[in-house]
């Protein structure tokens, strides 16, 4: 029982390090830093020149959802790496679950051209 109750001990004072440190390291630069706002500080800096027009553009939706198409394959195909190197080792069945994980990529794929996301259009 004391075993258990001592790995209790050790999450919690963990837990308390993980969040007293932040408060007291942006407490201390609180204290320490310089405050001396002004209405030229306060101003957008951009490269030195005056900025000009909203500071919020909008973008085409597709943008982030062609940036999302390529994060979700980049990161499946990193799933493919460790399967290559052990393929001999892990047999039959990883084989037939690999051919379904890419096949619900390619799902995947046909869907999202389907639906134009992967067509390349300017506003």
Not at 46 to 54: A, D, K, L, W
Not at 85 to 110: H, S
């Amino acid at each position: 029982m004391e075993k258990y109750i001592n790995n209790y001990v050790i999450v919690a004072i963990f837990i308390l390090l993980g969040i007293l440190l932040p408060v007291v390291a942006l407490a201390v630069g609180r204290l320490l830093r310089p405050h001396k706002p002004n209405e030229e500080k306060k101003t957008t800096y951009e490269s030195g020149n005056e900025p000009v027009g909203e500071g919020q553009v909008r973008f085409n939706v597709r943008y982030y959802l062609f940036a999302l198409m390529f994060v979700v394959f980049d990161v499946e195909t990193v799933f493919l790496y460790p399967w290559a190197v052990a393929y001999k080792k892990l047999g039959l069945f990883v084989l037939v679950e690999m051919a379904i994980f890419t096949g619900l990529l390619l799902i995947g794929l046909l869907y999202a051209w389907k639906k134009k996301v992967l067509k390349w259009n300017s506003i």
